[in-house]
Nanobody, 124 residues
Framework: VQLQASGGGLVQAGGSLRLSCTAS???????AGWYRQTPGKQRELVAA???????NYRDSVKGRFTISRDDASNTAYLQMDNLKPEDTAVYYC????????????????????WGQGTLVTVSS
């Protein structure tokens, strides 16, 4: 499955962005996740949604980020509110298997191909 993330940009702290991720084919049976990576650090999962709508979030984004999905259009979204400078990163999306783990780092076993990602820059 090819995935294309979009919607990134430059925003001031406290602002909002909405990221979109479109899959090349149906992903209704799979979980979807949004990841982010900064230079020198490993890619981390920040939000995940199962095929039936269960969600899991990294503690640092809880209450600020909301993941959703529209299976009719093979699209996942990440609404990011009250953005902070530490949210600055390249954001990627992927699909995979929901693991039922309470640990966000193991919530999804990714299966798709990593796209180019979309850059989010939050200025202070």
């Amino acid at each position: 499955v090819q995935l294309q993330a979009s919607g990134g940009g430059l925003v001031q702290a406290g602002g909002s962005l909405r990221l979109s991720c479109t899959a090349s084919r149906t992903f209704s049976v799979y979980a979807a996740g949004w990841y982010r990576q900064t230079p020198g650090k490993q890619r981390e999962l920040v939000a995940a949604i199962s095929n039936n709508g269960r969600t899991n979030y990294r503690d640092s984004v809880k209450g600020r980020f909301t993941i959703s999905r529209d299976d009719a259009s093979n699209t996942a979204y990440l609404q990011m509110d009250n953005l902070k400078p530490e949210d600055t990163a390249v954001y990627y999306c992927n699909t995979g298997l929901w693991t039922n783990s309470g640990d966000i780092d193991h919530a999804i076993s990714p299966l798709g191909s990593w796209g180019q990602g979309t850059l989010v820059t939050v200025s202070s």
